[in-house]
């Protein structure tokens, strides 16, 4: 056998193994959409395609109120993407665009926050958020999404951008708010769309923060409506399951569509710091 027909059996036999891995991925998503179309009550793999139906899928916005609480994820999501794309853009700047005593510290102590775990801020920022008056309302469920993770990757994609074409753009007169807005946002969208779907899939799965803060049905997000379905004593696993498919569906429809910017993103942001 030749050199070249070895690289060729090796790369049909690597294919296969991918194609397999893959398939294996996928069968939870797989086996979760037939168990959503069905009444199962335990979880097994025997199902009957004649009893496939959409009722499941028809009672959970009808009956249990789950599009209000869809709505409630769409705009916590949304509001927390927005406000930490803005914020860490500007914070991002500041770190690495302007020179200031202390600038390199402060930036890693900022850093120094992501070694604390969420479960130790939990109390002490539900405290604030309630002295605050914030209690069941979107803002309160956004604010704690923002933290250093998105200052840190927004700095360094930044730090490739050219100083001297920010000189030059001070020099024909530029203001600061208008060079930041027209010039350096644009440089950095790519890394702005991985920021985004980050935050999107934090904010959208986030379980433990609504459940301490939403005291009011009405204010829950969808995470909080499917644990929900889950019964004492028997469970429709066929509920449930519509559930998580229409929970899984819009970060899983918002990668594919940003798939191409979020890997450029972070490849990106690893060279240039």
Partial sequence: MTHTQKRKTFRILLSIFLIVIALFALMPFVYMVLVSLTQKTTL??????????????IRVFRNLNIGRNLMNSIIVTGGACFLNCIISSMAAYGFAKKRFPGRDKLFLMYLAT???PGQVTLIP??????HMGLMNTHIALMLPILNAFGVFLVRQFMMGVPDELLEAA???GCGEFRLFVSIVLPLIKTVLVSLTIFTFI????DFLWPLVISTHEDMQTLTLAISALKGNYSTNYG???????IAFLPPFLLYMLLQKEFVEGIALSGIKG
């Fill in 44 to 57: 097994d793999l025997r199902f009957n395609i004649s009893e496939f139906s959409f009722k499941n899928f």
């Fill in 114 to 116: 992501l070694m604390i």
């Fill in 125 to 130: 920022v539900f405290t604030i958020i309630k």
């Fill in 170 to 172: 001070r020099i024909d």
């Fill in 202 to 205: 934090t904010s959208w799965n």
């Fill in 239 to 245: 509920l449930v399951m519509a559930g998580s498919v």
